[in-house]
């Protein structure tokens, strides 16, 4: 594994990387980290971890140790994976990865620059990401790596590519790590009342996520994603039962039966499905499947 060694007065000259505004990184600093010198042929971005000497900080390393030890397993030109570790006075401070211009999804879905079928063209090349992985995990020793913490800022337009790619796996479940805190995998939602979504505790070993990490929690956080965009709110702040009161209003708008189906699993006791390859259904009721909408009809309906 590489390990590059940066001296400090390099290191203070280093440029911040900017982040928009809607964008907050809790867990380090970003710099840029510019090419040909040494090692470096491209421009990287080197992530400073703020902790580094506790726990948290052992279960970083581990995690990106093991990513950059599987890359060529994973081989997924999709996934933004970490190269190098950096050290800075002898001491590990973080690591590298490959910098990419881009724009943060969360920017994308949130400006009015981008049309809805745009919009859910990116969506749908998340869930693509996910079903890769999926295979991956079907058909290859890596077996045990899921992105984890799915959210709409952890996924960036890849401006030389035209491609999604998932940005920050160091807070990816792979191996024996302890699982990270998701955004959307908190205590405080419906999950706690459907079995299929396994609490964590302390004897389980967690680095502050709340859940076991699987297929099920990704596609929920998926699908929170894509709710996030088409209802214009956080769908996990419904009750389980003013959820399936939307989803029949969703079918009663003409979206499928499959669909809201695929939609309902989320809440009962059986397998979630990706469902990346229907979204575009959803296109020609963009506006009317907004909650300020969906409530004007509920309190006519009531």
């Avoid at 990106?64 to 997924?76: D, K």
């Avoid at 090349?125 to 991956?136: C, F, H, N, R």
């Avoid at 996924?155 to 035209?162: A, V, Y």
């Avoid at 964590?200 to 859940?211: C, H, I, K, R, V």
């Amino acid at each position: 594994m590489q390990v590059v060694e940066i001296s400090k007065k390099r290191f203070k000259e280093l440029e911040p990387l900017k982040l928009p505004q809607s964008i907050f990184n809790t867990e380090a600093k970003m710099y840029l980290l510019p090419g040909k010198r040494g090692w470096a042929r491209q421009n990287y971005v080197l992530k400073s971890l703020y902790h580094t000497n506790d726990e948290i900080f052992s279960n970083k390393l581990y995690t990106v140790s093991e990513l950059i030890n599987n890359r060529n397993l994973i081989n997924m030109e999709e996934l933004i994976l970490p190269e190098a570790l950096v050290t800075v006075g002898h001491e590990i401070i973080g690591f590298t990865e490959p910098f990419v211009p881009n724009i943060n999804l969360q920017t994308i879905l949130d400006s009015p620059t981008y049309t809805v079928a745009e919009k859910v063209a990116y969506l749908k090349e998340v869930g693509a990401i996910l079903a890769k992985m999926q295979q991956l995990r079907n058909y290859s020793k890596i077996t045990d790596f899921y992105l984890n913490d799915v959210h709409e800022s952890n996924f960036i337009l890849n401006m030389e590519t035209g491609k999604i790619n998932a940005v920050d796996l160091d807070s990816a479940k792979i191996g024996h790590n302890l699982t990270f805190v998701s955004r959307y995998l908190t205590p405080f939602s419906e999950l706690s009342n459907v079995s299929k979504y396994v609490p964590l505790s302390y004897e389980d070993g967690t680095a502050g996520g709340f859940y076991k990490v699987d297929s099920n929690t990704e596609i929920y956080c998926y699908i929170v994603m894509i709710f996030n965009y088409f209802f214009g709110a956080r769908i996990c702040n419904l009750t389980v039962e003013e959820y399936f009161y939307y989803l029949d209003y969703l079918a009663n708008l003409g979206v499928s039966k499959e669909l809201v189906d695929i939609f309902s699993y989320i809440y009962v006791n059986r397998e979630n499905i990706n469902p990346y390859e229907y979204l575009d259904e959803l296109i020609p009721y963009y506006g009317r499947t907004n909650h300020h909408t969906f409530e004007k009809v509920r309190r006519k309906v009531g």
